[in-house]
């Protein structure tokens, strides 16, 4: 739904709101009938107090690695431009991660926007529909042949944040107190599931990142497992990996159809 | 179109994330939950499963804040669509929303915005009810607002303006009695002359809650509602007349901001039960 009287009291207050610049709007009265920019005020800060209370509640992480003046700076940058179309405040920030990506203060951290996809990967997670994960059972039904044929189709939890940095064990390193240690400084893909009630977080081993992004995206195993370099890599030990993890719900063809 | 069924007419708690499993797990003694209705529109996860688990012991109010009744457009019917699921899902025993407007083009203003008071401001809110209570197939309550700003236009005052919708949807009003303490404060009108003037027989819930406290550019006192600090003595007061007045009533004291312990949140609820007992007696009708 989309309002289009650009005149009307509504309007007038919005753009107001929006932006401190403009006059406060003639209609607005205090109890002497005049306009009152303090009181006009309080709404542009509940507006703002809570953009930025969503985007802390959905980059937690992000918020501890920056500290809270630096986050709030960030957020309010980020709000002035990108604003809620939706009553839904969980849902406000996707862009959050690709607006710090290239938020040229922070670009002392360039591993911030990675740290804010975990983040974000979490927190579409914990909202994400309830569905049993895919067991090892069931995919150990298929035969070696089947099995090369298949395709995973993934949990509706599930993502992978695939970084240049260690964005998982910064990650989780920012997730106890005190901070921990970051050991191993390179690459990592993040693995964000939640097969039942609590979301979890891996990083996988390095080489299995590439072949566990190939079948996140639908390909056939055999296919995604010979898109794979790197000589360590075990198709088997990987593809049980992913599936204890609990990241995936189905695998098509499913079981009994017609290859 | 009735609500048949109302809340007990005792103090309840918001349910807020951080209490939520010593909630299920202690069981305290509260007269019904209320959840904001956004914050559990979600596919899944363990929101929706504690929800459950919460609904299964207790009574359940669900109180909207994203809805735009009083916009100047019709209400988001994506929203109003997941209001009703919501709904039918959960079988809260109220459902409210407010007397506010937060959409306007397409954008949401994360706050609860004033409209003017007119005959013609009246018809929208009247048609906006009417159209969120047939979708959901009940009433709501729909609260009175906070205010900071009146409008030059405004040609009703809030307590006729509030009776006109309820006597036209059939709708129940939910009295926030700590917007009626920030609104008198803020415009300079007497409060209880307020309380007096508005239609208690349709009161089926009452929010205590905390304010801040500025100054306006003029340098009056300006109350601010604010949802993160106890309730203040002068709402207590106010809440005990109206207590006086009306008769028992489902109570929620709210406090969204700065979270408090269960301990300091079930501490303000008792206040609220114990001004209950104090001002109607224990003979709480059923």
Known sequence: MTWTDVHSTEARFARALLDPARPVPWDLADPAGH????????????????????????FPTVRRLVGDAFFRAVARTFAAIDRPRSPLLHEYGTGFPDFVADFR?????????????????????YVAADADPLSL??????????????????????????????????????????????????????????????????????????????????RPLAEAAAAVTDPAFDFGRALVGLVSAGAFVAVTPALGDPA | MSASVTLPPRAGIGLKAEHVLRILDERPAIGFVEIHAENYMVDGGPRLRHLE?????????????????????????????????????????????????????????????????????????????????QTLGRA?????????????????????F????????????????????????NHGFDPEAWIRRFPLDRVGEIHLA?????????????????????????????????????GPRPTLVEWDNDVPSLETLLWQQDRADRAILAECGAAVPA
């Open chain 2, 53 to 133: 688990a919460v609904r299964s012991r207790w009574p359940l109010s669900v109180h909207g804040v994203g809805l735009s009744i009083g916009g100047e457009g019709p209400p988001d019917r994506v929203h109003l669509g997941r209001l009703k699921a919501l709904v039918d899902r959960f079988r809260p025993t109220a459902v409210s929303e407010h007397l506010a407007w937060s959409s306007h083009g397409g954008e949401h203003l994360p706050d609860l915005l004033p409209l003017p008071y007119t005959a013609a401001t009246l018809a929208r809110v009247v048609d906006h009810v009417d159209e969120v209570q």
């Open chain 1, 35 to 58: 306009a009152d920019a303090l009181r006009l005020a309080v709404h542009r800060n509940t507006v703002s107090a809570a953009l930025t209370g969503a985007l802390e509640a959905r």
């Open chain 2, 210 to 246: 905390g304010y801040a406290e500025t100054r306006d550019g003029a340098g009056r006192r300006l109350l601010i509602d604010a949802h993160g600090s106890p309730v203040a003595p002068e709402v207590e007061a106010l809440y005990r007349f109206v207590l006086r007045l009306a």
């Open chain 2, 162 to 185: 509030l009776a006109a919708i309820a006597d036209r949807t059939g709708c129940g009003l939910l009295l926030d009695v700590n917007n009626v303490v920030v609104s008198a404060a």
């Open chain 1, 105 to 125: 203060p922070a670009d002392a951290v360039p591993y911030l926007a990675d740290v804010a996809r975990v983040d974000d990967a979490w927190m579409r997670a």
């Open chain 1, 137 to 218: 059972d069931r995919l150990a039904a298929l035969d070696p042949e089947a099995l090369a044929g298949a395709s995973l189709v993934p949990h509706p939890a599930t993502s992978l944040v695939v970084s240049p940095h260690p964005a998982g064990s910064i990650w989780m390193a920012h997730r106890s107190d005190p901070v921990g240690p970051v050991a191993d400084w390179r690459g990592e893909g993040v693995l964000v599931v939640r097969p039942d009630a609590s979301v979890d977080v891996h990083v996988l081993p390095g080489r299995d990142v590439a072949f566990a992004a190939a079948v996140l995206t639908g």
């Open chain 2, 140 to 160: 709501i309550l729909l609260e009175n607002p906070s205010t900071y700003v009146r409008f030059a236009q405004d040609t009703m005052e809030e307590t006729a």
